[in-house]
């Protein structure tokens, strides 16, 4: 084996876990580049050549991961270590090169105080059906309050939950429950032929790493309405966003049915931000809580969903916040900037009202 690709593979991973970099982008004609707190850091090392990267892409794949790459020209794996922990892998092409981006897994579960979560989404985690979805940005902890919310139900209920990811972040231990985590391109071919099946492993709890199109959302509102607690996340903004992309894919007579079944099913949206710290260092959760009481219920099945948000500022006695809500508090505590929580606001008129009271 070569020495070389493995020891500077192993350099890049020890060093992101020392600084606590939370991504790890390897580019030719760069040394490689860590996210430290949400900041860009280049390491103070040589660049990468164009030799060093093919040979970096063939040290980390096997010979069909390779194979897969040529011919598709970009491919997602998940790594593990031993002693540094599982690390998510992307490769792409530029300029005819593989190029890597890593994104370095959590080596443990943190609790909600840790990850800054409000007490409200706890008990998320004892709903034995329905629909809970975790939104936000590519790079906004989604995975890790999903990841959470598992923990708390494996720990608390003796239930079988199947997890679908791409790819496996995180290896649950089995504790109360039982566990199986059903990686893409690994176990099965696709999200959507896991789904098909997924009704038919006696699942308790069915958590999706990512609602991607319209099979997938049907097939999970189905299994919300059908009696199963399903977990997944979305590319969206806001709660209101969340709701609306269920939604609008849908036409005339089946988008009717499904709004039904939006507004049977749904439980809870929690929109995530992360953001920087005052000193860079790491950045601190904000986020958006939709509840689905009574009120969210009948405005989603009227079509309503522009008063969902005045129902979020109205609510908040019953566990709801809406994303000012929850900057204007860590602007308060000497979290995070006037800068950051105004960049990071969906109505930055709203919070400036908050933190001029």
Do not use: W
Not at 73 to 98: K, V
Not at 189 to 203: A, I, M, Y
Not at 243 to 261: K, N, S
Request: negative net charge; proline residues 4%; charged residues 25%.
């Amino acid at each position: 084996m070569n020495q070389a690709p493995k020891a500077r593979f192993r350099s890049m991973l020890r060093t992101a876990r020392e600084y606590n970099a939370s991504d790890i982008h390897v580019r030719a004609g760069l040394p490689p580049v860590f996210r430290v707190g949400g900041e860009i850091i280049m390491a103070d090392v040589e660049p990468l050549s164009r030799d060093e990267m093919v040979e970096l892409a063939k040290f980390v794949l096997v010979p069909a991961q390779l194979e897969r790459l040529d011919r598709e020209r970009e491919l997602c794996i998940s790594h593990h270590s031993d002693d540094l922990g599982r690390i998510r892998i992307t490769f792409y092409h530029r300029a005819g090169i593989p190029e890597i981006a890593m994104r370095m897994c959590n080596l443990e579960i943190k609790t909600a105080e840790e990850l800054m979560l409000p007490p409200v989404v706890e008990k998320l985690a004892q709903k034995t059906s329905g629909l809970v979805l975790v939104t936000g940005p590519t790079g906004m902890g989604k995975t890790t309050t999903l990841n959470y919310l598992i923990d708390l139900i494996n720990s608390s209920r003796r239930c079988n939950i199947i997890m679908i990811e791409d790819p496996v972040e995180f290896e649950h231990a089995n504790k109360r429950s039982i566990i199986a985590q059903i990686e893409v391109t690994t176990d099965t071919l696709s999200f959507s032929s896991c789904l098909r099946n997924v009704l038919r492993l006696d699942p308790d709890v069915i958590c999706i790493g990512e609602m991607r199109d319209l099979e997938s959302m049907e097939t999970a509102l189905m299994a919300a309405e059908t009696g199963h607690l399903v977990l997944a996340t979305l590319h969206t903004p806001n709660a209101v966003g969340s709701v609306e992309r269920i939604i609008t894919p849908f036409e005339g007579a089946r988008q009717r049915q499904v709004i039904y079944q939006v507004s049977s099913v749904l439980e809870a949206v929690i929109a995530q931000r992360l953001v920087p710290t005052v000193d860079k260092t790491r950045r601190v959760l904000a986020c958006e809580i939709l509840l689905a009481t009574p009120a969210v219920r009948n405005l989603i099945r009227e079509g309503n969903l522009h008063q969902i948000q005045n129902v979020i500022a109205t609510s908040r006695a019953m566990g709801m916040q809406a994303m000012e809500d929850s900057l204007a508090r860590l602007y308060q505590q000497g979290l995070i900037t006037y800068d950051q929580a105004m960049l990071n606001a969906n109505q930055p008129a709203d919070l400036e009202a908050l933190l001029a009271r």
